[in-house]
Protein backbone atom coordinates (compact mmCIF):
# COMPACT_ATOMS: atom_id res chain seq x y z
CA UNK A 1 0.00 0.00 0.00
CA UNK A 2 1.33 3.30 -1.01
CA UNK A 3 0.95 6.26 1.31
CA UNK A 4 0.28 9.90 0.73
CA UNK A 5 0.56 13.31 2.65
CA UNK A 6 -1.61 15.48 0.84
CA UNK A 7 -4.75 15.63 -1.39
CA UNK A 8 -2.59 16.72 -4.69
CA UNK A 9 -0.14 13.61 -4.28
CA UNK A 10 -2.79 11.58 -3.23
CA UNK A 11 -4.63 12.67 -6.24
CA UNK A 12 -1.55 12.09 -8.44
CA UNK A 13 -0.88 8.46 -7.15
CA UNK A 14 -4.50 7.81 -7.98
CA UNK A 15 -4.22 8.89 -11.93
CA UNK A 16 -0.84 7.24 -12.56
CA UNK A 17 -2.26 4.12 -11.05
CA UNK A 18 -5.23 4.87 -13.57
CA UNK A 19 -2.75 5.49 -16.45
CA UNK A 20 -0.36 1.75 -15.24
CA UNK A 21 -3.72 0.15 -15.23
CA UNK A 22 -5.39 1.69 -17.92
CA UNK A 23 -4.05 -1.35 -20.67
CA UNK A 24 -5.66 -3.46 -18.04
CA UNK A 25 -8.87 -1.71 -18.25
CA UNK A 26 -9.05 -1.95 -21.89
CA UNK A 27 -8.06 -5.46 -22.29
CA UNK A 28 -10.63 -6.17 -20.00
CA UNK A 29 -13.48 -3.54 -21.63
CA UNK A 30 -12.49 -5.15 -25.08
CA UNK A 31 -13.20 -8.75 -23.48
CA UNK A 32 -16.36 -7.63 -22.09
CA UNK A 33 -17.47 -6.29 -25.69
CA UNK A 34 -16.46 -9.15 -27.65
CA UNK A 35 -17.57 -11.39 -24.98
CA UNK A 36 -21.06 -9.93 -25.24
CA UNK A 37 -21.29 -9.38 -29.50
CA UNK A 38 -20.64 -13.42 -29.04
CA UNK A 39 -23.06 -13.81 -26.73
CA UNK A 40 -25.99 -12.11 -29.24
CA UNK A 41 -24.69 -14.19 -31.75
CA UNK A 42 -24.68 -17.19 -30.73
CA UNK A 43 -28.21 -16.24 -29.18
CA UNK A 44 -29.70 -15.29 -32.84
CA UNK A 45 -27.67 -18.76 -34.20
CA UNK A 46 -30.00 -20.87 -31.53
CA UNK A 47 -33.40 -18.86 -31.02
CA UNK A 48 -35.22 -21.08 -28.56
CA UNK A 49 -37.47 -23.75 -30.19
CA UNK A 50 -41.39 -23.66 -29.30
CA UNK A 51 -42.41 -27.00 -29.17
CA UNK A 52 -46.36 -27.58 -29.53
CA UNK A 53 -46.81 -30.47 -26.86
CA UNK A 54 -50.30 -31.21 -28.51
CA UNK A 55 -49.63 -30.88 -32.19
CA UNK A 56 -52.77 -28.94 -32.23
CA UNK A 57 -51.17 -25.94 -34.14
CA UNK A 58 -48.77 -27.98 -36.36
CA UNK A 59 -51.08 -27.81 -39.57
CA UNK A 60 -51.59 -24.24 -39.01
CA UNK A 61 -47.63 -23.51 -38.54
CA UNK A 62 -47.41 -25.47 -41.53
CA UNK A 63 -49.32 -23.66 -43.82
CA UNK A 64 -48.13 -20.14 -42.45
CA UNK A 65 -44.97 -21.06 -43.35
CA UNK A 66 -45.36 -22.52 -46.71
CA UNK A 67 -43.90 -25.56 -45.80
CA UNK A 68 -47.68 -28.06 -45.78
CA UNK A 69 -47.06 -28.96 -49.78
CA UNK A 70 -48.41 -26.65 -53.04
CA UNK A 71 -52.14 -27.46 -51.92
CA UNK A 72 -51.59 -25.69 -48.57
CA UNK A 73 -49.82 -22.35 -50.10
CA UNK A 74 -53.09 -22.22 -52.75
CA UNK A 75 -55.41 -22.42 -49.45
CA UNK A 76 -53.38 -20.32 -47.48
CA UNK A 77 -53.47 -17.59 -50.31
CA UNK A 78 -56.83 -18.06 -51.89
CA UNK A 79 -59.43 -19.83 -49.39
CA UNK A 80 -58.26 -19.49 -45.75
CA UNK A 81 -59.22 -15.68 -45.75
CA UNK A 82 -62.86 -16.88 -45.32
CA UNK A 83 -63.25 -20.69 -44.92
CA UNK A 84 -59.71 -19.90 -42.11
CA UNK A 85 -56.69 -21.98 -41.36
CA UNK A 86 -58.76 -25.22 -40.03
CA UNK A 87 -61.61 -25.13 -42.73
CA UNK A 88 -64.27 -24.63 -40.13
CA UNK A 89 -65.32 -21.58 -41.78
CA UNK A 90 -67.42 -18.84 -39.68
CA UNK A 91 -70.86 -19.92 -38.91
CA UNK A 92 -73.75 -17.98 -40.55
CA UNK A 93 -71.25 -16.50 -43.10
CA UNK A 94 -68.58 -18.88 -44.98
CA UNK A 95 -69.29 -23.28 -44.30
CA UNK A 96 -67.07 -25.43 -42.30
CA UNK A 97 -65.25 -27.64 -45.06
CA UNK A 98 -64.88 -30.41 -42.65
CA UNK A 99 -66.96 -32.95 -43.27
CA UNK A 100 -68.75 -31.47 -46.11
CA UNK A 101 -70.25 -33.81 -48.36
CA UNK A 102 -69.56 -31.30 -51.33
CA UNK A 103 -66.00 -31.51 -49.95
CA UNK A 104 -65.71 -35.55 -49.64
CA UNK A 105 -68.21 -36.56 -52.05
CA UNK A 106 -68.03 -36.81 -55.43
CA UNK A 107 -64.40 -34.90 -56.52
CA UNK A 108 -66.26 -33.30 -59.45
CA UNK A 109 -68.32 -31.08 -56.75
CA UNK A 110 -65.68 -29.48 -55.44
CA UNK A 111 -64.00 -29.44 -58.54
CA UNK A 112 -67.05 -27.52 -59.51
CA UNK A 113 -67.03 -24.89 -56.84
CA UNK A 114 -63.19 -23.86 -57.52
CA UNK A 115 -64.14 -23.94 -60.83
CA UNK A 116 -67.05 -21.63 -61.04
CA UNK A 117 -67.88 -20.15 -57.56
CA UNK A 118 -70.81 -20.89 -55.35
CA UNK A 119 -73.81 -19.25 -54.00
CA UNK A 120 -77.34 -19.24 -52.93
CA UNK A 121 -79.16 -20.33 -49.83
CA UNK A 122 -77.21 -23.25 -47.93
CA UNK A 123 -78.02 -24.77 -45.13
CA UNK A 124 -75.36 -26.79 -42.99
CA UNK A 125 -74.99 -28.55 -39.58
CA UNK A 126 -78.67 -26.27 -38.46
CA UNK A 127 -77.15 -23.02 -39.55
CA UNK A 128 -78.18 -20.92 -42.59
CA UNK A 129 -76.25 -19.51 -44.99
CA UNK A 130 -77.06 -17.08 -48.22
CA UNK A 131 -72.95 -15.87 -49.51
CA UNK A 132 -71.46 -15.63 -52.72
CA UNK A 133 -67.50 -17.76 -53.11
CA UNK A 134 -66.52 -16.02 -56.61
CA UNK A 135 -64.74 -18.41 -59.51
CA UNK A 136 -61.45 -19.12 -59.63
CA UNK A 137 -61.19 -20.57 -63.07
CA UNK A 138 -59.33 -17.60 -64.43
CA UNK A 139 -56.99 -16.91 -61.07
CA UNK A 140 -56.33 -20.94 -60.45
CA UNK A 141 -54.30 -23.75 -63.42
CA UNK A 142 -55.83 -27.17 -63.25
CA UNK A 143 -52.74 -28.21 -61.35
CA UNK A 144 -53.43 -25.63 -58.47
CA UNK A 145 -57.18 -26.45 -58.32
CA UNK A 146 -55.82 -30.40 -58.04
CA UNK A 147 -53.23 -29.30 -55.47
CA UNK A 148 -56.41 -26.92 -53.46
CA UNK A 149 -58.99 -29.68 -53.39
CA UNK A 150 -56.81 -32.20 -52.44
CA UNK A 151 -55.59 -29.84 -49.56
CA UNK A 152 -59.59 -29.75 -48.60
CA UNK A 153 -60.38 -33.13 -49.15
CA UNK A 154 -57.04 -34.78 -47.23
CA UNK A 155 -57.08 -32.57 -44.18
CA UNK A 156 -58.28 -31.58 -40.63
CA UNK A 157 -59.75 -35.36 -40.89
CA UNK A 158 -60.85 -35.07 -44.53
CA UNK A 159 -60.41 -38.80 -45.97
CA UNK A 160 -61.05 -38.75 -49.72
CA UNK A 161 -59.52 -39.73 -52.93
CA UNK A 162 -57.09 -37.36 -54.13
CA UNK A 163 -57.18 -35.64 -57.67
CA UNK A 164 -55.30 -35.28 -60.23
CA UNK A 165 -54.57 -31.81 -62.75
CA UNK A 166 -56.18 -34.11 -65.56
CA UNK A 167 -59.44 -34.34 -63.59
CA UNK A 168 -59.09 -30.46 -62.94
CA UNK A 169 -59.25 -30.18 -67.26
CA UNK A 170 -62.29 -32.67 -67.66
CA UNK A 171 -64.47 -30.87 -65.57
CA UNK A 172 -63.04 -27.67 -67.30
CA UNK A 173 -64.27 -28.62 -70.05
CA UNK A 174 -67.43 -30.30 -69.48
CA UNK A 175 -68.97 -27.13 -67.85
CA UNK A 176 -67.48 -24.66 -70.22
CA UNK A 177 -70.67 -23.79 -71.47
CA UNK A 178 -71.40 -22.76 -67.66
CA UNK A 179 -72.00 -18.65 -66.49
CA UNK A 180 -72.28 -17.58 -62.74
CA UNK A 181 -71.83 -19.35 -59.74
CA UNK A 182 -73.57 -22.78 -59.03
CA UNK A 183 -76.53 -22.63 -56.89
CA UNK A 184 -76.73 -26.20 -54.51
CA UNK A 185 -79.84 -27.56 -56.87
CA UNK A 186 -77.40 -26.82 -60.25
CA UNK A 187 -74.47 -28.02 -59.10
CA UNK A 188 -76.17 -31.56 -57.70
CA UNK A 189 -78.51 -31.50 -61.16
CA UNK A 190 -75.38 -30.77 -62.99
CA UNK A 191 -73.39 -34.47 -62.04
C1 LIG B 1 -64.67 -14.69 -50.26
C2 LIG B 1 -64.87 -15.82 -49.37
C3 LIG B 1 -64.54 -17.20 -49.93
C4 LIG B 1 -63.35 -17.64 -50.45
C5 LIG B 1 -62.08 -16.83 -50.66
C6 LIG B 1 -63.54 -19.03 -50.75
N1 LIG B 1 -64.80 -19.42 -50.44
FE1 LIG B 1 -65.56 -21.29 -50.56
N2 LIG B 1 -67.36 -20.60 -49.99
C7 LIG B 1 -67.66 -19.31 -49.61
C8 LIG B 1 -69.07 -19.18 -49.34
C9 LIG B 1 -69.78 -17.91 -48.91
C10 LIG B 1 -69.63 -20.44 -49.56
C11 LIG B 1 -71.11 -20.80 -49.44
C12 LIG B 1 -71.90 -20.15 -50.58
C13 LIG B 1 -73.40 -20.22 -50.32
O1 LIG B 1 -73.83 -19.68 -49.30
O2 LIG B 1 -74.13 -20.80 -51.15
C14 LIG B 1 -68.52 -21.33 -49.94
C15 LIG B 1 -68.64 -22.67 -50.18
C16 LIG B 1 -67.60 -23.53 -50.46
C17 LIG B 1 -67.72 -24.96 -50.61
C18 LIG B 1 -68.98 -25.77 -50.42
C19 LIG B 1 -69.05 -26.20 -48.96
C20 LIG B 1 -70.42 -26.66 -48.55
O3 LIG B 1 -70.51 -27.58 -47.74
O4 LIG B 1 -71.39 -26.08 -49.05
C21 LIG B 1 -66.48 -25.45 -50.93
C22 LIG B 1 -66.09 -26.88 -51.19
C23 LIG B 1 -65.59 -24.31 -50.95
N3 LIG B 1 -66.29 -23.17 -50.66
C24 LIG B 1 -64.24 -24.40 -51.21
C25 LIG B 1 -63.41 -23.30 -51.33
C26 LIG B 1 -62.03 -23.37 -51.75
C27 LIG B 1 -61.26 -24.65 -52.03
C28 LIG B 1 -61.57 -22.09 -51.80
C29 LIG B 1 -60.20 -21.60 -52.25
C30 LIG B 1 -59.82 -21.92 -53.62
C31 LIG B 1 -62.65 -21.21 -51.38
N4 LIG B 1 -63.73 -21.99 -51.12
C32 LIG B 1 -62.55 -19.84 -51.28
C33 LIG B 1 -66.76 -18.27 -49.51
C34 LIG B 1 -65.45 -18.32 -49.94
Redesign the pocket.
Known sequence: MSTCDDVSSCLMQFVSGLVKNSSTYLLTLTGLVLFTGCYAFVGDEAPPEWKDPEGSASDIAAIAAGTGGPGAS??NA??A???QMNGQGIPK?????VG????VGDPA??IR??LHG?????E?DGIS??????P?KND?SDQEIAD??NY?RTNWGNDASEITAEDVKAQREATRAKVGAY??AELKSSL
Open positions: VYKCVCHVYPNLSSLVLPIVFNGPIRYNGVMQWLVVVTE
